[in-house]
């Protein structure tokens, strides 16, 4: 640890660590210029939607199945639908949509212990995708370009948690021409269309409501993370799992009194990080997880240890200025690197974080709110219009190959 670092140290050692909150009554500071702006554009007005009725098989019925699917990261999917229904952006007319919206429920697939399958979802997508072109004119005339679909898998449309094999699969080619909101973001990545919109993942809002703690309670440890920091199951020996960053943070600081990490998960997480100054958000199979809203919405900088992820919602959320960037390599530095960030600038971050723009931003609250992950991701569709005129296609003209893709993804679903 560098000296310069030392005013840190000794806050925390005697408890007087300062706490910028995440509350009304706290000073915030908002962006000045483009970004604040662009937080709090309304979409209503600049779209119109048309949400295809599918039948219940692709979204309702794998809801009723499992409720589970309501509360896992991957829900936006859902939500994003139910939202879209009672939007005023929702036009009952095909012919002046702007964006046509598919309700599939792809990552409505769970284990027994509440994780996500996502083997079938290209067959289910496939059949959904026919559906609408046997059923509807739309889709055959721009073969998707004017259609978003929802797809939060840990890789999108790739449909693979393991990154190897997500790479190995790409994008579903049904959907390269379609504009992908997605959770997985990562500059030069085969999983990541150009143009896609890159989403928060889902955390429940009530849930982080109901863990809120007094505002004036004191910021008083430094570095929080709670989490896995080797996966032995899928990654038995080691070294591929978060590409080796977060067995970095463990093998460096377990030991360091700074540092409050361990693979525990307390039922004081909320309240923990609304404690802590830094939150770690390392990737882990993918570069993004929910530690990222998590610390947002409690007002603790998010230190992203995720080589060139792209972060949600990039072009409305000024991310350099909210939060921390270590590059992966670095985090045997993790201490020397935060140890020697003013404290001028720590405070700056935390007053742009207690602005409730940030929080809203990156929940999708039930009602929606102004301002919401909802909002922004009809934000950012609105600013891809209009469209090129160069995405519809002459008669006859056919540009996607129906039969592309591992044969497994053929089969009926």
């Not at 997508?125 to 929802?150: C, K």
Request: proline residues 9%; negative net charge.
């Amino acid at each position: 640890m560098r000296t310069g670092g030392w005013v840190f140290a000794v806050l925390i050692v005697f408890g007087f660590v300062w706490r910028i909150g995440a509350d009304r009554n706290v000073r915030t500071e908002r962006i000045s210029g483009s970004a604040g702006d662009v937080l709090e554009d309304d979409p209503v007005g600049r779209l119109k939607v048309y949400v295809y009725e599918l039948p219940s098989k692709y979204n309702k019925k794998l809801l009723q199945k499992d409720p589970r699917c309501l509360t896992h990261m991957f829900a936006a999917e859902i939500f994003m639908h139910r939202f879209l229904l009672s939007s005023p952006v929702r036009t009952l007319k095909p012919e002046e949509a702007d964006w046509f919206y598919t309700p599939i429920y792809i990552t409505c697939d769970l284990t027994p212990t509440g994780l996500p399958l996502p083997f079938k979802s290209p067959r289910m997508m496939r059949s959904a995708i026919q559906l609408i072109s046997s059923n509807w004119p739309y889709w055959n005339r721009t073969e998707g370009a004017d259609h978003f679909f929802v797809v939060p898998h840990d890789f999108g449309a790739c449909f693979h948690y393991q990154e190897e094999k997500a790479i190995d699969r790409g994008i579903l080619p049904l959907l390269q021409r379609a504009t992908l909101v997605q959770t997985f973001g990562q500059r030069n990545h085969v999983c990541l269309n150009e143009g896609s919109i890159t989403i928060p993942p889902y955390a429940p809002p009530q849930k982080m409501q109901t863990h809120l703690i007094p505002q004036d309670t004191p910021r008083s440890i430094f570095v929080y993370f709670r989490g896995l920091f080797y996966d032995v199951n899928n990654d038995p020996e080691g070294g591929y799992y978060a590409r080796g960053a977060r067995a970095a943070v463990w093998e460096n600081f377990k030991d360091n009194p700074l540092f409050d990490i361990s693979t525990d998960h307390p039922t004081t997480y909320y309240e923990d990080m609304q404690r802590a100054i830094f939150c770690l958000c390392p990737l882990g199979w993918a570069p993004w997880s929910p530690r990222l809203v998590e610390a947002v919405v409690f007002g603790c900088i998010p230190v992203i240890i995720a080589d060139d992820i792209v972060l949600p919602f990039a072009d409305a959320i000024p991310w350099e200025e909210i939060g921390v960037f270590v590059a992966e390599e670095d985090v045997p530095d993790l201490d020397t690197i935060l140890t020697s960030i003013p404290p001028d600038v720590v405070l700056r971050k935390q007053r742009l974080l207690a602005n409730p723009s940030m929080k809203w931003a990156m929940m999708f609250p039930q009602p929606a709110q102004p301002g919401d992950a909802f909002h922004q991701i009809l934000n950012g569709l609105a600013r891809k219009l209009p469209h090129d005129k160069n995405i519809y296609l002459k008669p006859g003209e056919r540009i996607l190959n129906w039969t592309a893709g591992p044969v497994g993804d053929l089969k009926p679903w």
